[in-house]
Nanobody, 130 residues
Framework: QVQLVEFGGGSVQAGGSLRLSCAAFGYTYNIYCMAWFRQAPGREREGIATIDTGGGSTYYADSVKGRFTISQDNAKDTLYLQMNSLKPEDTAMYYC???????????????????????WGQGTQVTVSS
């Protein structure tokens, strides 16, 4: 089993930055793919970034490309999401997720889909004010 704990969310003004962290505990040696998702009230969960923890390949949704960066610190079993140039539409609950196998490569490359991830954190709220 793997447990994921996110932290780093908060409130920020538009144009500001936040860094989310996701600490992994347990049998992390079999985690090969991790991702960040977000869900705003009344909207479907959106996969925004993926990282292949072995090779380092990444994917970003168009909505965050150029503003967000996913990274990892294997020594600390921690996943990060650096969020810059934040917009009010980035307001959402942010979740990290892990997959105990290779990332699924589909029509849109490493685009993450909820069904492909087994482990989830509890979420951390990000609120961006205009």
């Amino acid at each position: 089993q793997v447990q994921l704990v996110e932290f780093g969310g908060g409130s920020v003004q538009a144009g500001g930055s936040l860094r989310l962290s996701c600490a992994a505990f347990g049998y992390t040696y079999n985690i090969y793919c991790m991702a960040w998702f977000r869900q705003a009230p009344g909207r479907e969960r959106e996969g925004i970034a993926t990282i292949d923890t072995g090779g380092g390949s990444t994917y970003y949704a168009d909505s965050v490309k150029g503003r967000f960066t996913i990274s990892q610190d294997n020594a600390k079993d921690t996943l990060y999401l650096q969020m810059n140039s934040l917009k009010p539409e980035d307001t959402a609950m942010y979740y990290c997720a892990a997959r105990p196998s290779l990332c699924v490569v589909g029509r849109y490359g490493l685009a993450p889909y909820s069904a492909n991830f087994s482990y989830w954190g509890q979420g951390t709220q990000v609120t961006v004010s205009s």
